[in-house]
């Protein structure tokens, strides 16, 4: 039993649906409009190892959906966003005749 429950969640995880696409963008959305806020994020699909554990904590059942991401928002500890330094254009760009 154990052996088809791990072949069933192996198939949810790699499955590909248009759908991703869709929640892709509101993510992207999403942490883009937080941070305009001054909230931080992360885009989250670690948590979907659990995914059918984290559904019923949280209450979520709602036949044909699936938890798909997450993402913890807050206000961040510095006031600043830390981020490397940009790397040049000759470091980041080939181009090839």
């Known amino acids: 039993m154990a ?5 069933e969640d192996i198939k949810n995880l790699i499955k590909s649906s248009s759908g991703i696409q869709n ?3 509101a993510m992207e959305n999403l942490l883009l409009a937080a941070a305009n806020m001054g ?3 992360c885009w989250m699909t670690g948590p979907n190892y659990a995914a059918k554990e984290i559904e019923k904590l949280i209450g979520f059942e ?3 959906y699936h938890l798909a991401t997450m993402t ?11 981020r490397p330094p940009r790397k040049s254009l000759d470091d980041v760009l080939t181009i090839i005749d």
């Open 23 to 25: 929640i892709s963008a």
């Open 3 to 7: 052996k088809k429950n791990n072949e």
């Open 39 to 41: 909230y931080g994020g």
């Open 62 to 64: 709602k036949e044909g």
């Open 72 to 82: 913890p928002l807050g206000i961040p500890e510095d006031s600043k966003p830390s």
